[in-house]
């Protein structure tokens, strides 16, 4: 996956996304960036020894923004601080992290996030390129624990990458900070990176979407992805098909939401949307509700995604009202869940109140994570996965 | 929200032909400025004095049973015979456009010849004089990236400055 980087309006739509060559539309949870002078390092502290922060170099979306921080000192690992970041919210322990990099004369840079209030490192991560090409294989944590989520090359702009990677055991009521150095840890190496858009986010894996932070202070909020449009279907039997590549709902929902939800009809509260799949830490689950609150669900267990898994999650509303699930990821074998009991169906959706605000909602209620939605539809009657499939293309 | 249908009151009595399907095919807005038009010989401007302007639509409704063949042959003389009628779309928002036939046209009937289902095409005048707009639900459609999600009538929440856009 290659990716490049461009300015988004507020409410616009996010259709041009790719992956693996195919378009999507990336819809994902709401985030902060923490870390304030994102991408002014000029401001950064320079440690003790020989060192120089150089502006004016090319940055990732085409811009000559960012920073080479070049470690000239033989005898000891010179690095930048950033700010302090904004106080974390929420109480789970990982999060989190993204950065721009390029390689230039080092041969290594590390990027750590550092626990000022316990003065330790929570994490230390290493990234080595080879040939000014980095890959996820090329990164490791040298301190603490955590997963690298991504390393994403941008597509109009060679040799730039982004990090993405979460960091464990992080105290949430401590203040923390990035400390970089261009060179790595060794004292004896010298050599620059480039560097840009440093984004330390406040959930618990970083989000696609990246967010400046100007400010000397504080965070910028980044708000989740809602795509609605109004729904006017008569209750019957329903199949709802949906195809994306998964950047993180099962991870995220591990951590701190049980109730990621693909997407529903009907208002946010329970029970009010009638029927939806909701995404939890291991299970795909397809449920429908009636009026009174009581539900019956069908569950695939287990699916056992990891990040850029393509997914099919096929819901299938029978005309008695029992559920189905069906997953499939990247095409192998479909899981397909025990059909639910029946549920009766009203005799119209409207009339009685089923769908309380007439609409569908996409990804509307995550805190983060996301999908990079390849396409979705919705089909009379019930179907199977092929016919999906076939009634998709 | 019930199936779109035409209502209307001729000699006879009130009359109603329902679309057996949520929406109304082919759902064409237009608008029609009435009046003579001169293109400017030297500047190539076009100049028009309008005496009024027709908001049109043009649709088919669909799969007619052979059991309301009499009423979609009773709609046709009605609006030929300049009557109005009216017309409930059944769309995300329910609109209700009062209509006459538009102004030399006539209604076509079809009929497919397996079924039996006939197909009458309308293209009527809206005599509120707005637009004819009508958003239908997305049941048995598909949504892609290129979607354009904002003329179905959807929202999009997004406040963030900059995003990624990946490449092939």
């Known amino acids: 996956m290659t990716l490049l980087l461009a300015d988004a309006a507020s409410g616009e739509l996010r259709r041009k996304q790719y992956r693996n060559g195919i378009r999507t539309t990336l819809l994902e949870g709401n985030d902060n960036n923490h870390c304030p002078r994102s991408e002014d390092l000029s401001t950064w502290t320079k440690s003790s020894g020989t060192g120089a922060a150089t502006g004016s170099q090319g940055d990732p979306k085409g811009g000559t923004t960012a920073y080479k921080l070049d470690d000239q000192d033989g005898a000891v ?37 550092f626990d000022i209030t316990a003065a330790v490192y929570r994490a230390r991560l290493s ?49 923390h900070r990035f400390i970089v150095r261009p060179a790595g840890p060794t004292g004896a190496s010298l050599g620059a990176s480039i560097l840009w858009g440093f984004h330390a986010h406040n959930m618990g894996s970083p ?51 049980s109730t990621q939800r693909v997407f529903y009809l009907g208002s946010v ?23 009174d609150g009581t539900l019956v669900q069908c569950v695939v267990a287990n699916p056992a995604l990891v990040y850029g898994d393509l997914v099919e999650a096929m819901s299938v509303l029978y005309q008695d009202g029992s559920v189905q699930m069906t997953v499939a990821i990247n ?6 869940g025990t059909r639910s009991a029946g549920q009766v169906l009203p005799a119209a959706w409207a009339a009685d109140g089923l ?16 999908a990079e939605l390849e396409r979705f539809g919705f089909f009379p009657g019930t179907l199977t996965l092929d016919e999906a499939r076939l009634a998709a293309r | 929200m019930p199936n779109p249908y035409i209502e209307w ?24 400025p009435i009046g003579p038009s001169e293109v400017a010989l030297g500047s190539g401007q076009t100049f028009q004095w309008v005496f009024r302007t027709d908001q049109v639509v043009k649709f088919t409704l669909p799969y007619i049973s052979p059991a309301q063949a009499s009423e979609m042959l009773r709609l046709k003389a009605h609006l030929l015979g300049g009557g109005s009628v009216t017309v409930f779309t059944g769309d995300g928002a329910a609109r209700v456009y009062t209509c006459r036939i538009r102004p030399e046209t006539v209604p076509v009937v079809n009929q497919d010849p397996e079924s039996g289902e006939f197909a009458l095409v309308l293209e009527l005048l809206n005599t509120g004089g707005t637009p004819m707009l009508a958003l239908w639900s997305p049941v048995g459609l598909l949504f892609t990236p290129d979607t354009d999600y904002l003329a179905l009538g959807g929202t999009f929440t997004r406040a963030q400055v900059a995003t990624y856009f990946a490449g092939p």
């Open chain 1, 355 to 370: 769908l309380t605000s007439q609409e569908f909602r996409l990804f509307s209620s995550q805190s983060d994570g996301g």
């Open chain 1, 127 to 175: 990234m080595t390129p080879s040939s000014g090409v980095l890959v996820a294989g090329g990164c490791a944590f040298t301190v603490g624990t955590g997963r690298v989520v991504a390393v994403l090359p941008v597509t109009a702009q060679p040799g730039h990458y982004r990090v993405l990677f979460e960091v464990d055991n992080i105290v949430v009521a401590n203040n």
């Open chain 1, 207 to 257: 989000c696609h979407a990246y967010t400046p932070n100007a400010g000397a202070s504080g965070s910028v909020s980044i708000v989740n992805d809602d795509l609605r449009l109004p729904w006017r279907a008569v209750p019957g039997a329903l199949t709802s098909y949906f195809r994306f590549y998964d950047i993180g709902i099962q991870r995220i929902a591990s951590i701190h939401n």
């Open chain 2, 9 to 32: 009151t001729d000699s006879t009595g009130l009359a109603r032909l329902t679309c057996l399907v949520p929406t109304l095919s082919g759902w064409t807005p237009d608008v029609d």
């Open chain 1, 331 to 336: 095409g192998a074998a479909p899981i397909v």
């Open chain 1, 77 to 113: 690992a010179v690095n930048w601080s950033s700010p302090q970041f904004a106080a974390y919210t929420g109480a789970w322990t990982t999060r989190g992290f993204s950065c721009f990099y390029k390689a230039d004369t080092a041969a290594v840079c590390e990027i750590g996030v």
């Open chain 1, 269 to 291: 509260a329970t029970p009010s949307p009638r029927h939806y799949i909701v995404a939890t830490s291991n299970n795909i689950i397809a449920q429908h509700f009636k009026a």
